[in-house]
């Protein structure tokens, strides 16, 4: 009798558990790649899926989350592509669930914030196109201003990428909104004092704000964007 192929749940966790024995460099990348190829081809059914196996136990986030600090660039790059996507509604309309268990790791908040400070810009962008997604929750809202990313997330508005300035003012916006929200219903003011930004700031996020407004949303649209897939430095072995 033949054996039934290995459900998507299952070819996720058996690639988190070679990436968890993976010794080098080339061999992380291989997995990341393997599982981007996977998620970037998700919506629906098939993301929820792929949410639960890397939050099961803790052990996927923690590992992309380790990842995302890694020394080799590509590596980096892809765990924070993956963090990106599995943290967007649109891949994975049950990504609350990940927001929540991702701060929940101690290596979750540190990861994303030292990424927004990288020299590398495909680092930075992608953390943040990360942090726009997260910050639909309003606990990662309170993580950003605690550590002071409001700032970075500003200088980044004048940066020459459209897709940086797309991704940072959309953070910004996320963040704006979630004071707004937590101040009406009766929040304290104190720990919003780090939402102050410039006119210019403030302008950026009326028109990424606009943007949104203006472009055709369907029915089930979702509020968090999957982010594009990067080119990488080192191509990743065929499958």
């Known amino acids: 009798m033949p054996t ?8 996720v966790a058996g690639i988190l558990t070679s990436l968890g024995h993976a010794c080098s460099a080339d061999a992380r990348c291989d997995g990341l790649g393997r ?25 996927g986030l923690a590992l992309l989350a380790h990842l995302a600090t890694d020394e080799d660039a590509d590596v980096r790059l892809q765990a924070l592509h993956l963090i990106a996507n ?13 927001k929540i268990d991702l701060l929940a790791e101690p290596a979750g908040a540190s990861a994303i914030a030292e990424s927004l400070r990288a020299d590398d810009t495909q680092v930075v ?22 550590r002071a990313l409001l700032r970075r997330l500003e200088e980044l508005l004048g ?7 797309r991704y940072s003012a959309g953070a910004l916006k996320n963040i704006i909104q979630a004071a707004h929200r937590d101040l009406e219903s009766g929040g304290v003011e104190e720990d919003w004092s780090e939402v102050w930004l410039s006119e210019e700031a403030l302008m950026a996020v009326d028109h990424r704000a606009f943007q949104v407004l203006m472009q055709p949303q369907p029915a089930n649209a979702s509020p968090t ?15």
């Open 4 to 11: 039934a192929p290995p459900s998507l749940e299952e070819r």
């Open 35 to 59: 599982l981007c190829e996977i998620v970037d081809a998700a919506f629906g059914e098939d993301g929820m899926a792929i949410g639960r196996a890397i939050r099961r136990d803790g052990v």
């Open 86 to 98: 599995l943290c967007s509604d649109a891949v994975d309309p049950g990504s609350a669930s990940t």
């Open 125 to 146: 962008l992608l953390a943040c196109g990360a942090l726009q997604n997260l910050c639909t929750n309003r606990e990662w809202c309170r993580v950003a201003t605690e």
């Open 159 to 165: 940066f020459p990428d459209a897709m940086m300035r």
């Open 225 to 239: 964007s999957p982010i594009a897939p990067q080119a990488l430095r080192r191509p990743c072995a065929p499958q």
